[in-house]
């Protein structure tokens, strides 16, 4: 199904649209106002950085992926750098207010849209 008609299912009868990984990406990409390629790119800018963390950050709170491997290929990282995106997202949410800003708006993005 197309996420047009998911949005129709979603408002005739309530069934809510499921989260993918394009859905995920689109989000992150249009908060943070960066290109699908830098996120899977060399790119080393803060908020490219910080755009790429968000997108695997995601992946794995979703379900999307069942390994850190695939998540982490979905950037073309490795699973260890997906591992600890991941683990300083965490920590970042926990303990700063803007990052748990940032983490609630896209995750509102995604089933707003």
Known sequence: MTDLEYFILERLE???IPV????????VCSHFQVSEEAI??????KNTVLARHFYMFFLKEKKIFKTLRETGEQTNRDHATALYAIDKLNHWIENYQDIKEIYNNINQKLYNN
């Open 40 to 45: 899977k790119g060399k790119n080393r800018r």
């Open 20 to 27: 993918t990984k394009k859905r995920i990406l689109d989000a």
């Open 14 to 16: 309530g069934i809510p």
